[in-house]
């Protein structure tokens, strides 16, 4: 089992940054981010897998960095000019295999464990 807590979210101004934090009982092959706005279905934002190897949801190339420190089990969101699209509830998830996921990461179905979500409100 793989518990999860996020944590960083807060209010910012359109173009401004934030640094999310998701502590993990241990880190797995492949870390995610997702993110869900009210009344919209959840969406992979970020992955990384063990190798340092990460892919973006096109929406956040260029603004937005996963990373992870293995020595604290830490996964990291760090997001740049931020903009009120990017409002949601941001989620880590982990994988319990030990294979490249593909594009199949970007589907909740293939994730095992989630965090309780922290809050990102970016006003115009």
């Known amino acids: 089992q793989v518990q999860l807590v996020e944590s960083g979210g807060g209010s910012v101004q359109a173009g401004g940054s934030l640094r999310l934090s998701c502590a993990a009982s241990?880190?797995?092959?492949?870390m995610a981010w997702f993110r869900q706005a009210p009344g919209k279905e959840r969406e992979g934002v970020a992955v990384?897998?063990?190798?340092?190897?990460?892919n973006y949801a096109d929406s956040v190339k260029g603004r937005f960095t996963i990373s992870k420190d293995n020595a604290k089990d830490t996964l990291y969101l760090q997001m740049h000019s931020l903009k009120p699209e990017d409002t949601a509830m941001y989620y880590c998830?982990?994988?319990?295999?030990?294979?490249?996921?593909?594009?199949?990461?970007?589907?909740?179905?293939?994730?095992?464990?989630w965090g309780q979500g922290t809050q990102v409100t970016v006003s115009s």
């Open positions: 998830a982990a994988n319990l295999g030990s294979a490249w996921l593909g594009g199949s990461w970007r589907y909740v179905r293939v994730w095992d464990y």
């Open positions: 241990r880190l797995t092959y492949s």
């Open positions: 990384i897998i063990s190798d340092g190897n990460k």
